[in-house]
């Protein structure tokens, strides 16, 4: 089966892992508000549909909205009515027609609508924690030798997805593989899941950025629907933590995004 991408103007960032649990959903959520607070036009799609955590932080963020008596930047949010496919590429169409960037999160497990959808991606953002576990899908090093023994089922899908003709795209997909609830000093175990990420990266053609320490803050605002970047305009929930969106900031910049605007939004202050 073929999967047509076209040129239009929206960049669609897929979250996908078929690991449960390493953070598709904060990611998303966080990168997804960080480039509405860059004055993106930004749509948001959930195609885990028996968890719909991202758009449940969407919803959330509006009740927080009435509540706190405050206008938040936040992004379109696209549903799927009959969820399968068809309607997702045809919602995606028109979605890339009237945003600058489309966020999808993927459930941590293959599907039809899954596949659809990271097949339509331009980027694909797989996030993983320090945990050998967590590479499973990407590959399996041989605990003995620390070489690489296998490539792991997701990344095996990814590559189905980079032969020929599989998909019509305007640019070259990137697949980025994004490290999430690091520590501020690399433990031993972090090391050494780095050490092979790095042998998995160039087989299965992903590049591994930071992405989003350990903080208990992002477990704290999500279920309210808000981030960092809230905290000016509802400082009842706490002070804006500086430390903690130069890391967004960061995540952002290592994506390599077409974004002018994020560009700007990016203050020398909070550029290192
Ligand atoms: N950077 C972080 N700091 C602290 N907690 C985090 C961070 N990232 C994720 N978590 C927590 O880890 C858990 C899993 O995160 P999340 O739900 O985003 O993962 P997921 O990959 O979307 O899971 P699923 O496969 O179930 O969809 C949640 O409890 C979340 O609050
Ligand atoms: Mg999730």
């Known amino acids: 089966m073929k999967y047509p991408v076209g040129g239009q103007r929206g960049h669609i960032i897929v ?40 758009h449940h932080a969407l919803w959330a963020r509006q009740e927080s909205e009435r509540e706190f008596g405050v206008k938040l930047p936040g992004p379109e949010q696209i549903l ?3 969820q399968n496919e068809n309607e997702l590429e045809e919602k995606l169409r028109m979605a890339r027609i009237h945003h600058d960037f489309i966020i999808i999160d993927v459930g941590g497990h293959d599907s039809p609508i899954a596949r659809k959808a990271i097949f339509m991606a331009d980027t694909i953002i797989t996030p993983v924690n320090d945990s050998f576990i967590d590479l499973d899908m990407l590959g ?40 999430n609830r690091s520590r501020n000093f690399a433990t031993k175990n972090e090391r050494k899941v ?33 981030t960092l970047f809230d905290l000016e305009a509802i400082p009842e929930l706490g002070k804006p933590q500086h430390n903690a969106r130069e890391e967004i900031w960061a995540m952002l910049r290592a994506l390599n995004l077409p974004s002018a605007a994020l560009n700007k939004a990016i203050a020398p202050a909070e550029a290192s």
């Open 194 to 226: 780095l050490d092979a990420l790095e042998k998995i990266a160039p087989v299965a053609g992903f590049r591994i950025v930071p992405g989003l320490r350990e903080r208990v803050t992002y477990r704290e605002l999500f279920p309210m629907g808000l």
């Open 140 to 179: 399996r090093i041989d605990p003995r030798t620390g070489e690489l023994r296998t490539l792991g089922n997701f990344a095996r899908l990814v590559e189905h997805l980079k032969e020929p003709g599989m998909a019509i795209r305007p640019k070259a997909l990137d697949w980025v593989v994004m490290q």
């Open 80 to 82: 799927l009515a009959q």
């Open 15 to 54: 979250f996908a892992n078929e690991k449960g649990g390493v953070g598709k959903s904060t990611s998303a959520f966080h990168t997804c508000i960080a480039l509405c607070n860059a004055g993106e036009s930004v749509a948001a799609l959930d195609v885990d549909l028996r968890q719909l955590t991202l």
